[in-house]
Antibody, heavy 121, light 107 residues
């Protein structure tokens, strides 16, 4: 059974950094690309970033490019999101999601429960 | 970047009704389009991938159609448990944009 558990959220001041983690189990983490998707309070879903199964390719939304970095540690079955220079508009629930891919085209089939990040002074 | 436009933004229908939600892309996506359901306070759930393929475990009253720029999610015989917000997502290339969502309520 696929299980994804995010952690690391909390309240952080603007301009500071935070690292989110997503512990994966129930599938071969080495073989899957992974996403981060966020949802601001009362708003819709916003795709944030995707990492290839082997980490060779990474893609980012323009809103986070240059500030956020996705990575995965297959030895720990863990996905990470390093978030720097945080802004108030980054306040959201952050979900990690397993990717299903057809060639290089990847949607999201299993989602974690999410972790809330609040950027506020 | 490709823009994704969902309509309507909300709808109210009766139990047993047929409900249709549309998603329009500003450029050709082929069939790289997914639909997700997010019930209130819950995590998004994949319903449809490749525009028309039903994800395992999803009730057969849900169906998807379309290709290129115009896509449709249909709920045949709406049930009370289908109250949710529905999102389309393009996944042909980054950015993997979601539509704005359609909130479905029971009349």
């Amino acid at each position: 059974q696929v299980h994804l558990v995010e952690s690391g959220g909390g309240v952080v001041q603007p301009g500071r950094s935070l690292r989110l983690s997503c512990a994966a189990s129930g599938f071969n983490f080495n073989n899957y690309a992974m996403h981060w998707v966020r949802q601001a309070p009362g708003k819709g879903l916003e795709w944030v970033t995707l990492i290839w199964h082997d980490g060779t390719y990474k893609y980012y939304a323009d809103s986070v490019k240059g500030r956020f970095t996705i990575s995965k540690d297959s030895s720990k079955n863990t996905l990470y999101l390093q978030m720097n220079s945080l802004r108030a508009e980054d306040t959201a629930v952050y979900y990690c999601a397993r990717a299903f891919c057809s060639s290089t085209n990847c949607g999201a089939d299993y989602w974690g429960q999410g972790t809330l990040v609040t950027v506020s002074s | 970047d490709i823009q994704m436009t969902q309509s309507p933004s909300s709808l109210s229908a009766s139990v047993g009704d047929r409900v249709t939600i549309t998603c329009r892309a500003s450029q050709d996506l082929g069939n790289y389009l997914a639909w997700y359901q997010q019930k209130p306070g819950k995590v998004p759930n994949l319903l449809i991938f490749a525009a028309s393929a039903l994800q395992l475990g999803v009730p057969s009253r849900f169906s998807g159609s379309g290709s290129g720029t115009d896509f449709t999610l249909t709920i045949n015989s709406l049930q009370a448990e289908d109250v949710a917000t529905y999102y389309c997502q393009k996944y042909n290339s980054a950015p993997l944009t979601f539509g704005g969502g359609t909130k479905v309520e029971i009349k």
